[in-house]
Structure formats: C-alpha cells, structure tokens
C-alpha cells in the first residue's frame, strides 16, 4: 500500500488550494478514503471521510462548508478542495486507508504542509 500526497503550500487567508492523494497497492474502490491533518502540539484530527460506495462524505465541523472531499476511482485519487482557508487550518495534512486490524494497522502518507498564512 502507497498513499502520496501532493498539493499543500502557503497561501494567505481566504485562498484556496486542492490535494490530492495518489493510492496504490490496493484496490482502492473498495476502500474509504480520509484526510487527516494535525497542526504544532496537537493530535491528529480527521478533516473528512468518503465511502467506497456511493461517496457519501463526512466533515469535522471546523470545515464543513469550506472543504471538499472527492475521489476518482478510476485514478485511485482522493482530493480535498479547501476554500476560504483560514491560519488555523494551517497543519500538515494526511492521507488515510484503514486497515483490517482496526486503527492501529491504517495507512498512511507521508504528508503535505498546508501553511495559511498572510
């Protein structure tokens, strides 16, 4: 299992930038999708979740109505629109798999900075 993400930077409040995820070694249509993010001297926290079937979604509360989870199955990509980003959604941010061992045996990216910052 591979998960790469790409997409983060700085950019100032109110700006918009879109991740993407790049899953291989599974099949990725089989499985939900999450991106996670954790920001200096905080725990990890999930941002959003999409279902293998149907793409029904899920959001923390602190992004709902900003933020966007997609994925291609085809490409075996999950992306995440951010819009109207604010500082504290400054973190690096996650991609996730779950494993079949419960959360100790999910996968993970390596992880992309998201800097919001003016």
């Known amino acids: 299992v591979q998960l790469v993400e790409s997409g983060g930077g700085l950019v100032q409040p109110g700006g918009s930038l879109r991740l993407s995820c790049a899953a291989s070694?599974?099949?990725?249509?089989?499985?939900?999708m999450s991106w996670y993010r954790q920001a200096p001297g905080k725990e990890r926290e999930l941002v959003a979740r999409i279902s293998s079937v149907g793409g029904r979604t899920n959001y923390a509360d602190s992004v709902k109505g900003r933020f966007t989870i997609s994925r291609d199955n085809a490409k075996g990509t999950v992306y995440l629109q951010m819009n109207s980003l604010k500082p504290e959604d400054t973190a690096v941010y996650y991609c996730?798999?779950?494993?079949?061992?419960?959360?100790?045996?999910?996968?993970w990216g390596q992880g992309t900075q998201v800097t919001v910052s003016s």
């Open positions: 996730n798999r779950p494993g079949r061992l419960g959360p100790a045996s999910d996968y």
């Open positions: 070694g599974f099949t990725f249509r089989n499985y939900d």
